[in-house]
């Protein structure tokens, strides 16, 4: 069985402060994706990352980044210099090599205070 | 180039009715999924169709069902609509199958359903 795990319900942080979202999975595959996705008020996920059960690396975009971390079953993902647009619901999605359907977590609504 | 299409954004159906929801991929897209958003349950997996063969079904009952045409558009079906059926019905279009996972889902705005 896989399941995401988004501990943070809700989040609010005033502008220009960094904040990090909490993203634990659980899964018996060795083969597997993780990924983020942002949902705006208009309702659209939109794609923000992949990363798969191989590359362990770090990746920064911009004040985006995201730090996977395997031996703690972790995928957690900080916004540097909070914008007022980056207000939007946060989720994040587990995929088994192989299996067609994306398990999300039950996301993270951020709120950032002008 | 245009995004993933769902038709149309807003219903309000009765108890017992059924509904039809439309999905027109990214062109040049051959997999269609749909998932199911409601406060409660979070986002769920519907189904994923690919070259017009459904690949996989979520734990939803019979009364949803769907199809892909040869353009890659695809349309779901509920019958027997239930209260419990309301919901934000999103349909993602990938180029691939979802579970290569080395392909991106992209997202339409979706269909937000209201049974009364």
């Known amino acids: 069985a896989q399941k995401v795990t988004q501990a943070q319900t809700e989040i609010s942080v005033v502008e220009k402060e960094d904040v990090t979202l909490d993203c634990v999975y659980e899964?018996?595959?060795?083969?597997?994706?993780l990924f983020w996705y942002k949902q705006p008020p208009s309702g659209e996920l939109v794609f923000l990352i992949r990363r798969n059960s191989f590359d362990e690396q770090n990746e920064i975009s911009g004040r985006y980044s995201w730090n996977f971390q395997k031996s703690t079953s972790s995928f957690n993902f900080t916004i540097t210099a909070s914008q007022v647009v980056d207000s939007a619901v946060y989720f994040c999605?587990?995929?088994?090599?192989?299996?067609?359907?994306?398990?999300f977590g039950t996301g993270t609504r951020l709120t950032i205070i002008p | 180039k245009a995004g993933v299409t769902q038709t149309p954004r807003y219903l309000i159906k009765t108890r017992g009715q059924q509904v039809t929801l439309s999905c027109s991929p990214i062109?040049?897209?051959?997999?269609v999924s749909w998932y199911q958003q409601t406060p409660g349950q979070g986002l769920q997996f519907l189904f994923e169709y690919f070259s017009e063969t459904q690949r996989n079904k979520g734990n939803f009952p019979g009364r949803f069902s769907g199809r892909q045409f040869s353009n890659s558009r695809s349309e779901m079906n509920v019958s027997t609509l239930e209260l419990g059926d309301s919901a934000l019905y999103l349909c993602?279009?990938?180029?691939?199958?979802?579970?290569?996972?080395?392909?991106?889902?992209?997202f339409g705005q979706g269909t937000r359903l209201t049974v009364v």
């Open positions: 062109s040049g897209h051959r997999s």
């Open positions: 999605a587990l995929l088994n090599f192989g299996n067609e359907k994306l398990t």
């Open positions: 899964t018996r595959d060795t083969t597997y994706y």
């Open positions: 993602a279009s990938s180029l691939a199958l979802t579970g290569a996972g080395d392909t991106e889902a992209f």
